[in-house]
């Protein structure tokens, strides 16, 4: 089926002229709550058993209905859920809502359930089974088995999710944000999340779109829909559940304990712009930032509060959590000086104290010559008592002052309060229509800034964004692990550095390799099936002179007989880890970290979807927290970057050229000297050249 009909008719479904609701009390509550949103189209029940559904007149069955309903709503057991959306797609119906569980959510039958009704829709858009359907704030429609929250809005934010209950919840939100959709997929049998996102980004009065997301089950087409967002202008904010444990079992690839499945996802999100947040508040409050502001330029923030306990706190959480306040300039500080007085220490964050606490003028100055400074977002901490306590003069001073400042500028400007409860809904209507997000929640308001700045810097870049390598056909066959040398050799063929060395069995060749080489090497054990030489003692470094190799292969001999004899790499600046795993969903991934033998103790790596730039590595590499090594940690020779990156394009090179074959790949350690990068370590596992 066509994937952009299905989408047409899925816009349908959201906002449909005709209703059919099968079913008994379910059915009845969709009706319900279709009269309580104000739905003006027609509504039609089906119930064979009942003559009426909250005092309209009900058909037996589809076929007699007296038109072909736009959407539907199929509230019975789950055998019958399959032949009402047959019987509904053969009357040519847009779309419908199937409500019943007991499908692919339970294994067993249920998985060949959802088969069967996945055939019976056809054509039909279908969201779910084990569903709660859509409500359209907007246009006043919906379809909704269950009493929700929130109000008819002119533009919002669109929110889809893989959960019933937590699309629910969401509604009864007291953050102020209006939504503008709220969708609940269930089973995404039929219409998936990226169906929904393109329907969603060709309503202009969406302004940005919010995902409760459990899993991806089309990994391309979610980046397809995500790069459209991008392109569009409307962020995308998601909150993603279900963290995997990563390397809860130490596989034969250091890498694939770095790299867990919810690595992945974080490096999906990272590639495509789309801002990951931890919880429900978060993701809220960063969607009521974009929908208000739209996303920030950068973290440079202006912060007031007339409290030194608010500056404080939100100096530590903004270093923490990445934002940046700048110092004053003379210029700014002049004018804050002369406004506040002698008795306020003038800095960013600012506690601009009380003494002009009822000064209109003087707050509305003071706000005014903050937005002067060198910022991407002014931010004011407000916290309001209780509304019923009565007047509040000194707040509506504040209020009013902040916004007469906000019309002198064009950056983004917040007044967030320090804990949720504290914002008021009258408050944050008045500054909503000022163009002044009312956010919830110190914590909740930097991690929003951040957010906001970090979509916008890849929409900036947005042109890096390369197509995925799909994970596609994998060829099939016996699974093979190159020996080291080998392993080290075919990467030497894409333009990996690898140190000089000679294979040899037994110690009088190894002896002889060394000599040929040059004193001081290194002597490792070579076995195809070796993973982890470190661990099992097979690897001696540093080896003066003959005596030394004699002595490390007496040691190692017991157990192998064949040698790599390499050249000690010297003057070593730092160890890095580059790997390349393959997952069935997300193709090819590339994690970049500190290597060596402490790698999943420091766990100081980024992981990166396949093909990346020279960029994307770059920035991976500068986000390393090891990085202060190569860049010449006090006074220490720097490791030269362009070089790095060459020999990290080059293991990502093989990789990309043996996308069917390759199962999982390890340079360990990459050592990045003054003058040039060794990768001294190899491991690759693949299926066998030849298999199909």
């Known amino acids: 089926m066509n994937g952009q009909y299905r989408v047409s008719r899925l816009k349908q479904l959201f906002n449909p002229a ?21 739905y003006k189209g027609q509504i039609w029940p089906i119930n064979p058993r009942r003559s009426h559904i909250e005092g309209m007149a009900t058909y037996p069955d589809v076929a007699s209905l007296p038109g072909v309903p736009e959407a539907s709503f199929v509230a019975v057991p789950r055998l019958e859920t399959i032949e009402v959306v047959r019987a509904l797609a053969k009357r040519g119906a847009a779309g419908a809502v199937c409500y019943a569980s007991g499908f692919a959510e339970v294994g067993g039958d249920g998985v060949a359930l959802q088969e069967q009704l996945v055939e019976a829709a056809g054509p039909m858009a279908l969201l779910g089974p084990n569903c709660y359907g859509v409500i359209n704030f907007l246009d006043g429609c919906t379809l909704w088995p269950d009493h929700f929250g929130g109000t008819r809005v002119a533009r919002g934010v669109a929110i889809i999710a893989q959960s019933g209950n937590i699309a629910l919840n969401l509604t009864m939100q007291r953050h102020h944000l209006p939504i503008a959709y709220m969708v609940a997929l269930g089973n995404k049998a039929v219409s998936d999340i990226h169906d929904c996102i393109e329907v969603v980004l060709d309503d202009e009065r969406v302004t940005a779109i919010g995902l409760y997301l459990e899993g991806l089950t089309d990994v391309a087409a979610f980046a397809r829909a995500a790069q459209l967002a991008l392109a569009r202008g409307i962020p995308i904010v998601v909150l993603k559940v279900g963290a995997s444990e990563v390397g809860a079992e130490l596989a034969a690839s250091h890498t694939r304990s770095l790299a867990g499945s919810d690595v992945l996802y974080t490096a999906l999100f990272r590639r495509l712009g789309v801002a990951r947040v931890a919880e429900l508040g978060e993701f809220l409050e960063t969607l009521k930032l974009l929908h208000t502001c739209g996303t920030v330029e950068g973290v440079r923030v202006g912060s007031l509060s007339c409290s030194g306990g608010d500056a404080l706190m939100m100096a530590d959480l903004g270093e923490t959590l990445g934002l940046e306040f700048p110092t004053l300039d003379s210029t700014v500080h002049s004018e804050l000086a002369q406004t506040l007085g002698p008795l306020v220490a003038i800095h960013n964050p600012l506690d601009y104290q009380t003494y002009i606490w009822e000064d209109e003028p003087a707050l509305t100055a003071c706000f005014t010559s903050m937005m002067k400074a060198r910022i991407d977002v002014c931010l004011l901490v407000l916290d309001f008592p209780n509304a019923e306590a009565g007047a509040l003069p000194g707040w509506d001073h504040v209020i009013k002052g902040f916004i007469a400042a906000r019309a002198s500028t064009d950056k983004p400007c917040i ?13 944050a209507q008045r ?51 190159l020996d080291e040398q080998s392993a080290k050799a075919a990467l030497a063929r894409h333009g990996l550095q690898i140190p000089e060395g000679r294979c040899a069995r037994g110690l009088e060749k190894a002896v002889e390799a060394a000599e040929e080489l040059g004193y001081p090497v290194v002597v490792k054990a070579i076995s195809a099936g070796l993973a982890h030489k470190t661990e099992m003692g097979a690897v001696k470094l540093n080896l003066a002179n003959a005596d030394a190799v004699r002595a490390a292969i007496a040691s190692i001999q017991a157990h192998f007989d064949v040698f790599l004899v390499e050249k000690m790499v010297k003057g070593g600046i730092a160890e890095l880890i580059v790997g390349v795993t393959r997952d069935a969903q997300f193709g090819l991934a590339l994690t970049i970290g500190a290597g060596g033998i402490l790698v999943e103790l420091l766990a100081d790596s980024v992981t990166l979807l396949l093909p990346s730039t020279r960029a994307d590595i770059e920035d991976a590499l500068r986000s390393l927290r090891c990085f202060v090594l190569l860049d010449g940690y006090r006074g220490q020779p720097q490791a030269k970057l362009d070089q790095v990156i060459d020999a990290i394009e080059a293991i990502a090179d093989y990789a990309e050229k043996h996308a069917a074959q390759l199962l999982e790949l390890d340079v360990n350690p990459l050592i990045a000297c003054e003058d040039a990068v060794w990768g001294v370590d190899a491991l690759v596992r693949l299926i066998a050249p030849g298999s199909d």
């Open 18 to 38: 005709s209703i059919a609701v099968v079913g008994g009390e379910i059915a009845a509550e969709v009706i319900r709550q279709s009269r309580k949103i104000g």
């Open 415 to 427: 007044m967030v309060s320090s804990m949720a409860e504290l914002m008021p809904a009258e408050a």
């Open 431 to 481: 500054l909503y229509a000022a163009g002044i997000a009312p956010l919830q929640g110190l914590r909740e308001a930097v991690v929003a800034i951040t957010a906001a700045a970090g979509i916008a810097a890849r929409r900036r870049d947005q042109a890096r964004i390369t197509n995925l390598i799909a994970s596609g056909r994998r060829a099939v066959g016996p699974e093979i692990m």
